[in-house]
């Protein structure tokens, strides 16, 4: 089983839409957690960090579930820069601490 | 701008030859680390630097050398690469000790011929 698990997508929506990815991770013991987005061709960006309160930034709002080991980016108003790849990222614990686990990343594409 | 630089930004080299990439960051961080990215694929882990020392190696064919000659420098010394070798290697920093957020380079797109 990976580590973290995305839908790989695509998403294609329209401007001005509400569109939400999940991804799921398989060690509990994880304590941070993480959403990059990446452009064709360039390196992963940090977009947000996930706490366990949710957090909000702008347009972008995160979620944790720890109970569900669920995490889940909510992007409203879509802007045609927001196509992109959103990576779902965990950190590893006890002998991984250190490593980040990346899911597969989920394309997403805004059309006008 | 990004805070973590890499050189060169692109490289062809053959199999027989010698090449090194070079990553710098001014962000402070204490743990810098190797990526090997391949298209439409998440980053693979090669090499962490934690405090200027290896603390983990992913395996990795003995053609990829890491160096961190200070707390600012990592290197990745290229010999004898595989065709199968060509990618988008990144480097990140981060603060040491696991659960921080790291900050990439823009990468090498590296081409072996």
């Known amino acids: 089983r990976k580590e973290v698990e995305q839908d790989p997508g695509p998403f294609n929506v329209p401007e001005g839409a509400t569109v939400a990815f999940n991804c799921t991770y398989s060690n509990s013991a994880s304590q941070s957690f993480f959403w990059y987005r990446q452009d064709c061709r360039k390196e992963p960006k940090l977009l947000m960090s996930?706490?366990?309160s949710g957090n909000e930034d702008g347009r972008f709002t995160a979620q944790l579930n720890r109970a569900s080991q669920y995490i889940s980016l909510l992007i409203r108003d879509s802007k045609l820069s927001d196509s992109a790849t959103y990576l779902c990222v965990v950190n590893g614990r006890g002998s991984t601490l250190g490593r980040l686990y990346f899911g597969r990343g989920t394309q997403l594409t805004v059309w006008p | 701008d990004t805070e973590v630089t890499q050189t060169p930004k692109h490289l062809v080299m053959g199999m027989t030859n010698k090449k090194s990439l070079k990553c710098e960051q001014h962000m402070g961080h204490r743990a810098m680390y190797w990526y090997k990215q391949k298209a439409k694929k998440p980053p693979e882990l090669m090499f962490v630097y934690s405090y200027e020392k290896l603390s983990i190696n992913e395996s990795v064919p003995s053609r990829f050398s890491p160096e961190c000659p200070n707390s600012s420098l990592l290197n990745l010394h290229l010999h004898a690469l595989q065709p199968e070798d060509s990618a988008l290697y990144l480097c990140?920093?981060?603060?040491?000790?696991?659960?921080?957020?790291?900050?990439f380079g823009d990468g090498t797109r590296l081409s072996i011929l």
């Open positions: 990140a920093s981060s603060q040491p000790g696991g659960g921080q957020p790291q900050h």
């Open positions: 996930v706490y366990s």
